[in-house]
């Protein structure tokens, strides 16, 4: 959880600097990732033979899919970086809004810890 808090906060600042490439940022940084996950899977040494194979070939189904719908949605990047520009603008008018970051966390912790009680 920590970490995705730490990777949370790297975009949230890395978008108020990056407003219009960040999207595209993030669609490239997810499809290496998964293209590092199918090689990792490919490659790991183990005794199941068949479901590293069932694995391997449903993680590469999903980067092809994901790479034809970029490729056939690129255009909507471009909406989407409007977005971002107009979310950031917004941000940057009411620096208050941070506030219901750290309040959201503080819920989230508060459900964690009634889950494990």
């Known amino acids: 959880m920590i ?4 990777v949370s906060v790297i ?5 108020q600097f990056l407003a219009s490439k ?5 669609v490239g940084l997810g499809m290496v990732v998964l293209l590092v ?10 005794e199941l033979e068949n479901l590293k194979i069932a694995v391997g070939t449903l993680l590469t189904l999903i ?4 790479a034809v719908t970029v490729y056939k949605h690129f255009d909507s990047m471009k909406l989407y970086s409007i977005y971002l520009k107009w979310s950031t603008k917004m941000f940057n008018d ?3 809004s941070v506030i219901y ?12 810890g009634i889950m494990i009680w």
């Open 3 to 6: 970490i995705a808090f730490a």
């Open 37 to 46: 996950t199918i090689i990792c899977v490919f490659t790991y040494k183990t």
């Open 63 to 66: 980067l092809i899919f994901f």
């Open 94 to 96: 009411r620096k208050l």
């Open 22 to 26: 960040m999207n595209y940022i993030v």
């Open 101 to 112: 970051v750290f309040i959201f966390f503080a819920i989230l912790l508060g459900f964690i």
């Open 11 to 15: 975009y949230f600042v890395l978008v």
